[in-house]
């Protein structure tokens, strides 16, 4: 396994960002790694999945390169007051992948997985390019803003408030800034549009466990055949190790099925 870290000056940004890269070496796997967004949540950067988990064990074991970025407290958005951060991670990213690195960008071999925030990120990114992925996965997702807007979770609410007004703004129009899930979910269906598969995880102990269930249930009300799955478990580390685990794997076992 080979890790990277450095930084990159998007343009989008105007300032370094972190950018942490594994590639694996000794994959079992016979053909070319597949490629792997990573995504961090609310509080973290680039180099949590690799404190935290056994991300780069995972990433030799079933043959995924992982690109791991750092986009603040974002909400992978352009924030209303701060950093275009959803240009950067939706349209510079993938380029700075492509010119600096040996990693493919080939649809049926492109993944984007996340935590919290970032499993926002994950089903945002799909749902907003669903020809660029293959799949996506979010593990105890804050899936539903205009939910959050309305109502902030009791747990460090103040704070969460001024976040998300720094991120959103006031009053924001989610439909025409591609940020309501809910939203792009029907469109799309109506359009008739074919979606990357989704893969949903969440503890039932977890502050979000509500939204997630909600966002299921949005799912199959549209006709959406996705991966859903709960645990005995909260917002927390031990729980993402074993679903970033489980995604990866299952990606493999239908690949070579």
């Not at 935290?52 to 995972?58: G, K, N, P």
């Not at 109506?190 to 990357?196: I, R, S, T, V």
């Not at 959406?224 to 679903?243: F, G």
Request: glycine letters at 6%.
């Amino acid at each position: 396994m080979a890790s990277f870290h450095g930084y990159v000056a998007p343009v989008s940004l105007g300032i370094q960002t972190g950018l942490q890269i594994i590639l694996p070496e000794h994959t079992n796997q016979t053909t070319q790694p597949k490629t792997l967004y990573l995504l961090h949540g609310m509080g973290d950067n680039e180099t949590i999945w690799t404190r935290r988990t056994a991300i780069e064990r995972y990433a030799d074991t079933y043959g995924f390169s992982v690109i791991m970025p750092s986009v603040d407290t974002s909400y992978y958005t352009d924030m209303a007051y701060g950093k275009n951060y959803w240009t950067y991670i939706s349209e510079e990213l993938p380029k700075i992948i492509s010119t600096h690195f040996n990693i493919t960008t080939d649809p049926e071999h492109t993944y984007v997985a996340g935590l919290s925030m970032g499993g926002y990120g994950s089903f945002k990114l799909a749902l907003n390019h669903p020809n660029r992925f293959r799949a996506a996965a979010s593990f105890s997702g804050a899936l539903d803003v205009k939910s959050l807007l309305a109502h902030t979770p009791e747990e460090n609410k103040e704070q969460r408030k001024l976040s998300l007004k720094i991120i959103f703004g006031d009053n924001p129009n989610l439909d025409a800034i591609g940020a309501d899930l809910f939203s792009l979910i029907t469109k799309h269906q109506e359009a008739g549009l074919a979606l990357p598969d989704l893969y949903q995880y969440c503890g039932t102990d977890d502050f979000l466990y509500r939204m997630n269930t909600n966002f299921s249930n949005h799912l199959k009300e549209q006709g959406i055949k996705a991966y859903y799955e709960e645990s005995k478990a909260d917002h927390t580390w031990d729980y993402w190790d074993y679903c970033i685990e489980s995604f990866l794997k299952k990606i493999c076992e239908r690949d070579n099925a």
